[in-house]
């Protein structure tokens, strides 16, 4: 497989304090490496504070790294070239009900990215929107749309289409189904599936949900306090676990599992 992202001794420092009475607290990423092939996700999972979200915000460019690479098909992106980046490596957020703008429609919000990063003119603007809509399962009325007019599902289907309206190679995808109900949560894993079938995408994929992880990804990372602790192919992590702190989670998700079958 072509190996798509490289990231090489990733590391980002953050000192911080709730209080000025307070002694500093340091939190401390990496070094972290991993690749990601073309068309595979890779999920990442720990818990709060692990470091998952700043990971995330390294990839995209969001904050730069104390030190160390992201190679994208061989070549280093830099953090004054955010453009690039942003053309290649999009993100979805968790709550779509922060992310997207009340006051403007849902064109124009997809509408926002193409002026920024492409130079289509209006009508070309106006087709791609519409055609990016009908591939996360809207309709082009959806365009005209205001966020308080669209369910929780709809919004975040609009925020997948922000992130797909550049064509990018990778989408990092930040606990994309959490707020959502079980059977619209459902609907989206299988869109998520669909597109990167159909597109070729590549996903790292943030969330607790176990279950979501072991069937979407190909390969996961298990971040604890800033460190990964335990790495490879899905199936082998989950069903041969060598940290014990990855087998105390599949055992919590284990009985969640069997309490909600139990609820049943």
């Given at each position: 497989?072509?190996?798509?992202l490289?990231v090489?001794?990733?590391?980002?420092a953050r000192?911080?304090?709730?209080n000025?009475w307070?002694?500093?607290?340091?939190f401390?990423?990496?070094?972290i490496?991993?690749?990601?092939?073309?068309g595979?996700?890779l999920?990442v999972?720990?818990d709060?504070g692990?470091?998952?979200t700043?990971?995330a915000?390294?990839?995209?460019?969001?904050?730069p790294?104390t030190s160390?690479q992201?190679?994208?098909?061989g070549q280093?992106?830099r953090?004054?070239n955010l453009k690039q980046?942003?053309?290649?490596?999009r993100m979805?957020?968790q709550?779509s009900?922060?992310?997207?703008?009340?006051a403007v429609?849902?064109g124009?919000i997809?509408?926002e990215p193409?002026k920024l990063n492409?130079?289509?003119?209006t009508k070309?603007?106006q087709?791609k929107i519409?055609?990016?809509?009908?591939?996360?399962?809207?309709l082009?009325?959806?365009?005209?749309?205001?966020?308080?007019?669209l369910?929780?599902?709809?919004?975040?289907?609009?925020?997948?289409a922000?992130a797909?309206i550049?064509?990018?190679q990778?989408i990092v995808a930040?606990?994309?189904?959490?707020?959502?109900?079980?059977?619209?949560?459902?609907?989206m894993v299988n869109?998520?599936m669909?597109l990167q079938?159909?597109l070729g995408?590549?996903?790292?994929f943030?969330?607790?949900n176990?279950?979501?992880v072991?069937?979407?990804?190909d390969?996961v990372i298990v971040?604890?306090?800033?460190?990964?602790?335990?790495?490879?192919?899905?199936?082998v992590?989950f069903?041969w676990?060598k940290?014990?702190y990855m087998?105390?989670?599949?055992?919590?998700?284990q009985?969640?599992?069997?309490s909600?079958?139990l609820?049943?």
């Amino acid at each position: 497989m072509t190996t798509l992202l490289t990231v090489k001794n990733l590391s980002f420092a953050r000192t911080s304090r709730d209080n000025w009475w307070q002694k500093k607290k340091v939190f401390q990423l990496g070094p972290i490496n991993f690749d990601i092939n073309a068309g595979e996700t890779l999920a990442v999972i720990g818990d709060n504070g692990s470091g998952k979200t700043t990971l995330a915000n390294l990839l995209v460019g969001v904050q730069p790294p104390t030190s160390g690479q992201i190679l994208l098909n061989g070549q280093r992106l830099r953090q004054r070239n955010l453009k690039q980046r942003s053309l290649n490596i999009r993100m979805i957020f968790q709550h779509s009900q922060e992310s997207l703008n009340p006051a403007v429609t849902v064109g124009t919000i997809l509408d926002e990215p193409l002026k920024l990063n492409t130079d289509l003119d209006t009508k070309s603007r106006q087709d791609k929107i519409y055609s990016t809509l009908r591939q996360v399962g809207l309709l082009r009325e959806h365009a005209y749309f205001y966020r308080h007019m669209l369910s929780d599902g709809q919004r975040q289907r609009v925020a997948l289409a922000r992130a797909l309206i550049l064509n990018p190679q990778i989408i990092v995808a930040d606990e994309p189904f959490a707020a959502l109900d079980p059977s619209v949560r459902s609907q989206m894993v299988n869109l998520f599936m669909q597109l990167q079938k159909d597109l070729g995408l590549s996903y790292v994929f943030i969330s607790h949900n176990l279950g979501i992880v072991r069937h979407i990804s190909d390969r996961v990372i298990v971040l604890q306090n800033g460190n990964i602790i335990e790495s490879g192919k899905t199936d082998v992590v989950f069903n041969w676990p060598k940290s014990d702190y990855m087998k105390k989670l599949i055992a919590s998700h284990q009985s969640f599992v069997e309490s909600k079958l139990l609820e049943d």
